[in-house]
């Protein structure tokens, strides 16, 4: 009798989703590293505390 030929929609399919899930991951480290390396805070000026002052003292409008 002859054999019934395996499948191999589930390992391509396990495979697709192991390399999606890799890549994921690599873009996620990636983009954590920049947002580390790229950390720029200016100095506020005066006008835009007021404004953020304002904004936190009366939420709602």
């Known amino acids: 009798m ?3 030929p395996k499948s191999m929609v589930l390992g391509v ?3 697709a989703v192991f390399a999606g899930l890799g890549r994921m991951v690599v ?3 990636k983009a954590d590293k920049a ?3 790229n950390l720029v805070t200016a100095p506020l ?3 835009t505390r007021e404004k953020i ?3 936190v003292r009366t939420p709602g409008n």
């Open 35 to 37: 947002a580390r390396e």
């Open 27 to 29: 873009q996620k480290i």
């Open 13 to 15: 399919m396990a495979a």
């Open 53 to 55: 002052s304002r904004a």
């Open 45 to 47: 000026d005066q006008e």
């Open 2 to 4: 002859a054999e019934k």
